[in-house]
């Protein structure tokens, strides 16, 4: 029985979403003539309590289009260094939009008021500007953890002071709703914008939108136009977010308790040094060398239990909708009495 915990975008659209998909209305979208897509970003919009929405092909594209509408070449952007906008965006932010970043080493991928106020630009001409602040809600790097609702408010305060927009990667929010227990209009009200996946735990096989204000998405698409992800008649991929939002949300306590049960089951094991405390749906497991490591991921392997190498000395195992609870007791059975010898 193959058992995928690589990660929570390896998923595959049921046949409830494919039938959503197949009966979708389209239109072209570049001219704004897609209901589908159209009805998509107003819903994602109207979740976070924000005017407008951005249907785009990637996280890592909504992320690069908030970043460029948000900034001028020159300016800098404060993140943690563990950001995915930093460490697995191609070094967009440099390439797109000539911006740099203030990198800040948080806890678990989480950055303080104080620690952004450490590092904000006087204004002078020796300095790029300090214009944007970026957070990672779950952040993926650190092993899904979940920023509280005060720590962002803090941020919030700081940014609004300083009048710096305030960006979130929330590729994982629903996630973080889910573990957190605060809600869409909760974080919504704390960002300038705020990106989506619909191609992660909530299980569509394509996109994520942005949400921001209509001044702000309207600049935001041309910035996706010049990034070349308009697309024409993309609403047979809306519905599937649409299907996904509507179907796919409140199933992710089943993944968040699969997660936590697989990082206990790790740490009773002998060899395990380390689980990093499990938020969300995500377990990093550590060991002690590179040769422990390697056994475990074979050991994992031969029994079509796969999980991803994430440094020498530690692998990562995402829980998702497409693992069945009989897929699950199956690769826990064997975790739980996983032995070297
Ligand atoms: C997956 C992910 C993204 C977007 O990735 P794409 O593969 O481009 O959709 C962005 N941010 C985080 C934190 C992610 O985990």
Do not use: W
Not at 102 to 121: C, F, H, M, R
């Amino acid at each position: 029985m193959r058992v995928d915990f690589r990660s929570d975008t390896v998923t595959k659209p049921t046949q409830g979403m494919l039938d959503a998909m197949f009966s979708a209305e389209v239109g072209d979208d570049v001219f704004v003539e897609d209901p589908t897509i159209n009805a998509l970003e107003q819903k994602s919009a109207k979740l976070f309590g924000f005017e407008a929405g951005l249907f785009c092909p990637s996280g890592t594209q909504t992320n690069q289009i908030a970043i460029n509408a948000h900034t001028r070449p020159g300016d800098e952007v404060i993140c943690d260094v563990l950001s995915h906008i930093h460490v697995y965006e191609g070094g967009g932010i440099a390439a797109n939009s000539g911006v740099s970043a203030a990198l800040l080493n948080g806890e678990k991928g989480q950055i303080t008021a104080s620690q952004i106020e450490g590092v904000i630009k006087a204004d002078n001409v020796h300095f790029p500007k300090s214009t944007l602040v970026s957070l990672e809600n779950t952040c993926n790097k650190a092993g899904g953890t979940v920023y509280k609702l005060n720590q962002i408010q803090e941020i919030q305060a700081l940014c609004n002071a300083h009048k710096m927009a305030l960006h979130l990667d929330g590729a994982r929010i629903f996630n973080a709703f889910e573990a957190a227990g605060y809600s869409s209009l909760d974080i919504g009200k704390c960002f300038d914008s705020i990106s989506i996946c619909l191609s992660k735990g909530l299980g569509a096989p394509v996109g994520s939108v942005l949400v921001g204000t209509q001044e702000f998405i309207h600049q935001a698409r041309r910035v996706r136009k010049r990034f070349g992800g308009g697309m024409r008649q993309a609403g047979y991929l809306a519905a599937a977010g649409i299907y996904a939002l509507d179907n796919n949300v409140d199933r992710l306590k089943v993944d968040h308790e699969n997660a936590t049960e697989l990082g206990k089951a790790f740490e009773n094991l002998a060899f395990v040094t380390k689980v990093t405390p499990v938020e969300s749906n995500i377990v990093m497991v550590h060991f002690d060398s590179p040769d422990t490591t390697e056994i475990i991921m074979d050991l994992l392997t031969k029994n079509d239990i796969h999980a991803l190498t994430l440094t020498p000395t530690s692998i990562r195992l995402v829980t998702h909708l497409d693992v069945s609870s009989e897929q699950f007791d199956f690769a826990l059975n064997y975790i739980l009495k996983m032995n070297l010898s």
